[in-house]
């Protein structure tokens, strides 16, 4: 398995101003995001699109539900900031999320 690098700066400019939905977390490298949904049953069939990419990438967000509503940080532990594999699943859930 080969080392996950970092995002550099001018990388992690690049992730949030493309993708404007998401946050950067005060005090941690990682970008959150809070999405909401017409009812549970949506938003349990966004987390299971989300979960089932995830198993396929090997990558897996720190995540919460209640009811209607899904609570996303992305943040690569193995480099302990934000790498490419946040920006992926960054795309993913925003690609997810735009068909609900």
């Known amino acids: 398995m080969s080392k996950v690098e970092k ?5 992690r400019q690049t992730l949030t ?6 946050q950067i977390v005060k005090g941690r490298e990682a970008i959150y995001r809070a999405l909401k ?3 549970f049953s949506e ?3 966004f987390m299971t ?3 089932l990419y995830a198993e396929k990438i090997n990558h897996h967000p720190e995540w919460s539900n209640v009811y209607s509503r899904v609570e996303v940080t ?3 532990h193995s480099c302990d900031g934000l790498s490419e594999l946040d ?3 960054a ?3 925003d690609r997810v999320a735009a068909n609900n």
């Open 7 to 11: 995002l550099n700066e001018e990388e």
């Open 37 to 39: 949904f017409k009812s």
């Open 87 to 89: 920006a992926k699943m």
């Open 74 to 76: 992305l943040t690569t």
């Open 91 to 93: 795309r993913f859930i």
């Open 17 to 22: 101003k493309s993708h404007p939905n998401w």
């Open 49 to 51: 699109r989300v979960a």
């Open 43 to 45: 938003a349990w069939s």
